[in-house]
């Protein structure tokens, strides 16, 4: 992938720009059509819908893991100079932060991706948790939080257990990772089946996971050719939240984080725009939680996700794809809040109703 023509023509923050924001579109097309949330999938597991979220979910994740793992075999990307490997990853803010982040995701009903793709699908409820995300995670990520967020993640670290590499701690090489999501991708497969998942759901899935292996083949390529080195990466949504606050405060130059999240909004919009799925939502709806279970929930998901070094999809599917141990920890602490958090308000439902009503995905 030649990218020097672009950029000699427009620069490198724009290049990285334009590459963010394909990236953004393409993931907000098929999130949006693929109904692509990690919620919906733990609620899935737990019995309170069928399995389709659920094989949705995994066959993004599979995919994911499968195509990163083919490339990095094949030598087409080099994650080691990354943040997920070449500095100390704190475990202690991947397990406390995934914990929070759980939670949160349970309370506003929708993690930050799927927040987003709601939010430009019509529903208000999105973006006001939304805004208050962004808010919490740039006070995390450069704010009055920070000390808070700091003495967490020290507790902590990878350096305490030798390294973020699952494969190295394995003791294994890099084709146990193609074989990893190989094996992922064909239980990925039953469960579509299982649950009679369309094909173009399924498809939709994949495509989110081919979305993240993009994303780290194109920042790969770019890193070797601008002039201003730069640390290869991919998709993330809790990070662009907070550094795209942090331009409108300093001036600064956009780039990959504010393309991704533009190309998402914008194509999440375009999606349901065509599909005839854009609708206001508001608040005032039947059934709808309190504002106030909104505005926590959210708070918890923009402090977490910081702290965790990621969301649902730049810890789970991003760090997730190459087997960082940070990454995964993180992925498997949300899940688990979120579990425990859906046990909560399903027991508190009984109580209040006699019985657990069922609070379905935004």
Known sequence: MDLVPLIDLIGEPQT?????????????????????CTRSAVLSVMGESDLKPFATWAAGFAAAILAV??????????????????????????????????IGMVLA????????????SGNLRGVFSIAIIAVTALATY?????????????????????????LVHAGVERWAGVALGAVLGVVALGFAIKSRLSVWRLFGGVMIGLTV??????????????????????LSFIRPLATTGELALESGFAGLDQGVLI?????????????????????AEPGVPSIWRYAAGSLLMGFGGILAVGCTIGAGLTGGSVLAVSSLLGLASMITGAA??????????????????VMPAE
Request: glycine share 14%.
């Open 109 to 120: 009903r929708g993690c930050v991706s799927r927040l987003l793709v709601l939010s430009a």
């Open 213 to 234: 292996a993009a994303g780290w083949y194109f920042t790969w390529q770019l890193s070797t050719q601008v002039f201003e080195p730069i640390q290869a990466e991919s």
């Open 263 to 283: 190309g998402a909004i914008l194509g999440a919009f375009l999606a349901a725009l065509v599909s005839g799925e854009f609708r206001i939502s508001t608040f």
């Open 340 to 357: 425990l958090a859906q046990l909560v308000l399903r027991s508190v439902a009984r109580e209040q109703t006699g019985s657990a009503a």
């Open 69 to 102: 793992q083919l490339l990095l075999g094949a030598d087409m990307i080099d994650v080691s100079e990354t943040r997920f490997f070449s500095t100390a990853q704190s475990l202690s803010g991947a397990i406390i932060g995934g914990l929070l982040f759980g």
């Open 142 to 166: 450069s704010g009055v939080l920070v000390p808070l967020r700091d003495g967490i993640g020290g507790l902590w670290s990878t350096a305490a257990i030798g390294g973020n590499d699952l």
């Open 16 to 36: 990285a720009l334009v590459g963010g924001l394909v990236l953004g579109l393409a993931f907000g097309i098929f999130a949006q059509r693929s109904r692509y």
